[in-house]
């Protein structure tokens, strides 16, 4: 038994294997192109619908601002306020709206006390939606 050497000249054998790159190009154009159609094409549909029974989606809560300066200053809804006169700005609005959402704004040097009494206030006047409000960090910070 001979052994052959590899024959670079012979043009008669079969390639065994399917090459794969052209097949991969043209999917991966086809989905760049539905990706950018889709939206537009969506957009783009003018479809009127029918009326159904059912409620209509329920409004977003209305929203007060409670800001906290370092001083200790308190301002409600950008205007300055009194403690006191802070809890019944806070039982007034729960009355309308007991939903109501309270976004507290608070200087990061004001003491943590400080904030603990505005939002006993708020829990004491009828508010129990409490949000703290924050800047956000620049990035490449931690």
């Not at 989606?57 to 006191?84: I, M, Q, T």
């Amino acid at each position: 038994m001979a052994m052959q050497a590899f024959d670079v000249d012979d043009d008669d054998d079969l390639m065994n294997e399917i090459n794969m790159t052209p097949f991969i190009d043209v999917m991966l154009v086809l989905l760049i192109v539905f990706l950018v159609a889709v939206p537009a094409i969506h957009r783009a549909i003018a479809v009127d619908l029918p009326q159904a029974g059912g409620s209509a989606p329920a409004p977003r809560p209305a929203h007060v601002s409670v800001s906290v300066r370092a001083d200790g200053a308190l301002f409600w809804n950008n205007e300055p306020v009194a403690p006191d006169a802070l809890l019944q700005r806070v039982r007034k609005t729960a009355e309308a709206d007991p939903q109501t959402e309270l976004h507290l704004e608070a200087d990061r040097k004001v003491p943590y006390e400080r904030v603990a009494e505005v939002m006993s206030m708020a829990q004491a006047g009828g508010l129990t939606r409490i949000g703290f409000v924050t800047a956000p960090k620049p990035n490449g910070a931690r």
